[in-house]
């Protein structure tokens, strides 16, 4: 089965530019993350999605950021206006019902300048 | 030993041995660890996951031990190779559940010498 699919995988834009990152996740997988991973750490989990439900976004910055899965399938991840700040990985990863093993995609990099 | 910043904890072995990688977690309530491997450009990849119930749990050449005592987790790999070289991750769910909510931990280097 295809894996988790995202694009895209680098970006460059100046800083106060918006920016979207798209995410197709595992067909059949209703849970969908949006993680942010900063350089030599791990994942932070930014939002998760219970089909088109977003049940997790208390580590979302909402000021600047939004998400949405309008039909509980693909997702984006929306930063408006980037800082440089959030120069990081943005990675999106999906998993079965009831089942918290999650499958990631290769990322979206985004670099602010 | 612990790291700061940009620089992980490393683990470097020889071809061939095993190899040990620890983590020591935050929650004395979560209930779900997964052990993750990370290699350069790629996303966290699935090793091995253990509940709380259990103490030890094995994989095809990788070992997962709990010790719940001390909140530590340790990830074992058997005939290291080459291709195991990666950064590895612990997680720990901290929602409870059917709330997942993975927190993952800083991260070990591990670098296989041929």
């Known amino acids: 089965e295809a894996g988790v699919v995202q694009s895209p995988r680098y970006k460059i834009i100046e800083k106060k530019q918006p920016v979207a990152f798209w995410c197709n996740p595992i067909s059949g997988h209703n849970t969908l993350y949006w993680y942010r991973q900063n350089l030599g750490q791990g994942p932070e989990l930014l939002i998760r999605y219970e089909n088109e439900e977003a049940v997790d976004d208390s580590q979302l910055p909402k000021d600047r950021f939004s998400a949405e899965r309008l039909k509980g399938v693909d997702s984006t991840l929306k930063i408006q206006p980037a800082e440089l700040g959030d120069s990081a990985v943005y990675l999106c990863?999906?998993?079965?019902?009831?089942?918290?093993?999650?499958?990631f995609g290769q990322g979206t990099r985004l670099t602010v300048v | 030993g612990e790291s700061v910043g940009l620089h992980l904890p490393t683990l470097s072995v020889q071809e061939g041995d095993n190899s040990i990688i620890n983590c020591a977690y935050s929650n004395s309530a979560s209930d779900y660890f997964i052990w993750y491997k990370q290699e350069s450009g790629k996303g966290p990849q699935f090793i091995i996951d253990?509940?709380?119930?259990?103490d030890k749990r094995q994989g095809q050449r990788v070992t997962v031990l709990l010790n719940k005592t001390v909140k530590h987790l340790s990830l074992q790999i058997a005939a290291t190779q080459p291709g195991d070289s990666a950064v590895y991750f612990c997680?720990?769910?901290?929602?409870?559940?059917?709330?997942?909510?993975?927190?993952f931990g800083k991260g070990t280097l591990l670098t296989v010498n041929p």
């Open positions: 997680a720990e769910n901290l929602g409870g559940g059917s709330n997942y909510k993975l927190t």
């Open positions: 253990i509940r709380s119930n259990m």
């Open positions: 990863a999906s998993s079965r019902p009831g089942n918290t093993e999650a499958f």
